[in-house]
């Protein structure tokens, strides 16, 4: 019988891998339905079945990825929530994927490849893959913004597209940026910074100021966009919920030969006057039964920040 075997070299992350008294690896064993050996610094299963094999990888690479990360949950969370991601992703989410590497997003030149973590995250990669249009709503921490920014790097660094425009509206400064210090972009600089933040966390510092400097990521306010097409690039209305519904309809005309776009919001913390509709809410209303655009809602089941995150929203959500 044909053996898969992994290596991992650091025997501390090994020892976490398996769980006290192979605990770990007993529930690892449970969901491929087959044993799992360790021996020295391999781990390794015995299998004919290639879904064994794949789910096996699977698993031992997440749990591999979020050690190293410093994930913040318990070694036994941690292996729990892989199980359910995987399961969920490749039995139900998406039939007609035959890979749990097909949700994983790999940026040339970056630092790690970038795996869903759970379900909902599953279904926003394979949004983004397939449509042209995707908006990605849900709460703080669900995602969202990294992943949408993942598989846009993935596509300009791969020659897929030409260039990232990021945008957001400012509606503390009523999109008038004229008395802020400093050229257009240090103006609006601390808005996007979230989306600076997910390039960072998966490519070196170098490489993003270098695609910053050469104009590969343009960042630009969304009252400046009008008049615009946007050709062969992925844009990112990011904060989509502080739009109004004129500003919605701007941007989502913007759309040029080629390109997609992505838009992230939180239909819970709309920050514009009460009296303003959010272009988002309408655009959800209106668009959803619209082909080749596709709309991703995620929930605090997808809050993979600190578990008290999840905790805290859930709290708001009963109030």
Same mark, same amino acid.
Do not use: W
């Given at each position: ?20 008294? *192979? ?37 031992? *690479? ?20 892989? =199980? ?11 039939? $007609? ?28 990669? $394979? ?56 050229? =257009? ?30 104009? =590969? ?13 946007? $050709? *062969? ?74 578990? =008290? ?11």
């Amino acid at each position: 019988m044909a053996s898969y075997k992994i290596i991992v070299p650091d025997t501390k992350i090994l020892q976490r891998v398996c769980g006290t008294n *192979d605990s770990n690896l007993k529930l690892i064993e449970t969901a491929l339905g087959t044993s799992v050996f360790a021996c020295g610094n391999e781990l390794s299963v015995e299998t004919e079945d290639s879904y064994v094999t794949e789910r096996f990888r699977f698993i031992i *690479d997440r749990m591999l990825d979020e050690i190293s990360d410093g994930a913040p949950m318990t070694d036994s969370d941690l292996v729990h929530s892989i =199980l359910n991601t995987g399961d969920f992703c490749f039995e139900r989410a998406c039939e $007609n994927v035959k890979s749990f590497e097909a949700y994983s997003i790999l940026i040339p030149g970056g630092i790690k490849k970038v795996y869903p973590r759970t379900g909902g995250q599953a279904l926003l990669v $394979n949004a983004l893959r397939t449509s042209d249009v995707v908006f990605a709503t849900g709460p703080a921490g669900s995602g969202k913004t990294f992943l949408v920014m993942a598989e846009a790097l993935r596509l300009v660094l791969s020659h897929k597209k030409s260039g990232i425009v990021l945008t957001r509206p400012v509606v503390e400064a009523g999109e008038s940026l004229g008395y802020l210090p400093g050229d =257009l972009e240090d103006k609006i600089n601390p808005y996007v910074r979230p989306l600076y933040d997910a390039m960072n966390a998966v490519l070196p510092r170098e490489t993003v100021k270098r695609m910053v400097d050469s104009g =590969l990521v343009e960042v630009a306010p969304l009252a400046y966009m009008r008049g615009r097409t946007m $050709n *062969d690039s992925v844009v990112i209305l990011d904060e989509a919920q502080n739009t109004s519904r004129e500003q919605m309809k701007m941007f989502l005309t913007r759309m040029g030969e080629g390109s997609k776009l992505f838009i992230t919001g939180d239909v819970t913390q709309i920050d514009l006057p009460s009296r303003t509709p959010s272009g988002l809410l309408h655009a959800l209303s209106i668009l959803r039964d619209v082909p080749g655009i596709a709309i991703r809602e995620l929930c605090a089941d997808d809050v993979v920040r600190n578990p =008290l995150v999840k905790k805290i929203i859930q709290a708001y959500d009963n109030e």
